[in-house]
């Protein structure tokens, strides 16, 4: 097994993780969902939205990138990047539609959805491939999306995939031309789409480790597995337990 950095989940001595590149996304990938976040741990939440955010988008491939450094959590520890993309690969096992990108892993500084958005269009262009992206987020996070780094080049590079959470439906449109950057100029760029949401978080799930409580049925059982067999969450390990 390559060796890795703890810190950023690169393998050491790849030349800037181009080995592995070809394995996020293929040619014919014309529309792709990005869905990011932390994943800390994955958990069935996360799956059940790309899987259907996939199913009504027709999307041919769903990348899962986990974000090196949050912006928003940047005071706060965060379990190693290798241990968190392990989790996430272990997970989409299975489903030839999803895939894993390190592209935020690879890159210094915060992991601006922006500027990762903007590195999948260019290599996209470089290899001659028209492809439609389409960014995956909550109505939580869509209702901050002005507070992000460059919410309208975020716009202008991908479509929004808006799904609910418990207690924050969808937006209507009269709320997305008032909100969004933009205004009503880019209400055509958004699409909502009425996902089953799942109430636990990745939080609950590290708050139930950390207890000792059983994690069944909120995480894939190899995910379960993997956070049992190195310790993480636990008060007593030096991984991440917030």
């Known amino acids: 097994m390559t060796d890795r950095d703890r810190t950023t989940g690169r393998a050491k001595g790849s030349p800037g993780g181009s080995a592995v590149r070809a394995a996020w996304i293929e040619p014919a990938d014309k529309r792709v969902g990005i869905l990011g976040g932390t994943f800390d741990p994955i ?8 899987e259907q955010v996939r199913e009504a988008l027709q999307l041919d491939r769903v990348l899962f990138v986990p974000a090196a450094m949050p912006p928003h959590k ?11 993309v392990a989790m996430v690969e272990l997970a989409i096992a299975g489903n030839p539609a999803f895939a ?14 922006a500027d990762t958005l903007a590195e999948l269009s260019d290599e996209a262009a470089r290899g001659g491939v028209a492809r439609d992206f389409y960014f995956i987020l909550s109505t939580e996070a869509l209702a901050d999306l002005r507070g992000w780094y460059e919410p309208e080049r975020l716009l202008a590079l991908a479509h929004l995939a808006v799904v609910p959470r418990p207690g ?6 009269t709320w997305l031309a008032a909100n969004l950057p933009g205004g009503a100029a880019s209400t055509g760029r958004v699409v909502c789409i009425d996902t089953l949401p799942l109430a636990h978080s990745a939080s609950d799930v590290r708050a139930r480790a950390a207890a000792g409580h059983s994690i069944r049925y909120l995480v894939p059982p190899a995910v ?7 310790r993480l969450y636990l008060s007593n390990n030096t991984q991440r337990i917030a």
């Open 43 to 50: 958990h069935y939440g996360h799956l059940v939205i790309a």
């Open 74 to 84: 940047l005071d706060e520890p965060v379990t190693p990047a290798v241990d968190r």
């Open 100 to 113: 894993v990108s390190r592209v935020e892993l690879e890159r210094d500084g915060p992991s601006y959805t």
């Open 168 to 173: 924050a439906p969808l937006p209507d449109a």
């Open 224 to 230: 379960e597995a993997f956070i049992r067999d190195h």
